[in-house]
């Protein structure tokens, strides 16, 4: 059974950086991609960033490019999202995520979810 669980959220001022993990387990093979999502209230949950099982990466919010990046500790099983000069827009619940083998900007096509973590930019 594949679980996945975020972690590394909070209040931070603008302009500040945070490191939002990923931590999965239950995976019979390594043949999958993580990606990140985040949902604003009243928004629709949107992609984010995606790493696929080849440490291919891909930008799904074009806001973020330039300021967010991706990465894979593959001994911890982890993904990592990294965050700098957070603005106040950048505020919601980020979420990882699984499908097989490759990204996807759908959010529909990613079958496991983790509950979630709160990311809050604010002065």
């Known amino acids: 059974q594949v679980q996945l669980v975020e972690s590394g959220g909070g209040l931070v001022q603008p302009g500040g950086s945070l490191r939002l993990s990923c931590a999965a387990s239950?995976?019979?093979?390594?043949?999958?991609?993580i990606g990140w999502f985040r949902q604003a209230p009243g928004k629709e949950r949107e992609g984010v960033l995606c790493i696929s099982n080849t440490d291919r990466y891909t930008y799904y919010a074009d806001s973020v490019k330039g300021r967010f990046t991706i990465s894979r500790d593959k001994g911890k099983n982890t993904v990592y999202l990294q965050m700098n000069s957070l603005k106040p827009e950048d505020t919601a619940v980020y979420y990882c995520?699984?499908?097989?083998?490759?990204?996807?900007?759908?959010?529909?096509?990613?079958?496991?979810w983790g509950q979630g973590t709160q990311v809050t930019v604010s002065s």
């Open positions: 239950g995976f019979t093979s390594d043949y999958y991609a």
């Open positions: 995520a699984t499908r097989d083998y490759y990204c996807s900007g759908y959010v529909q096509s990613y079958r496991t």
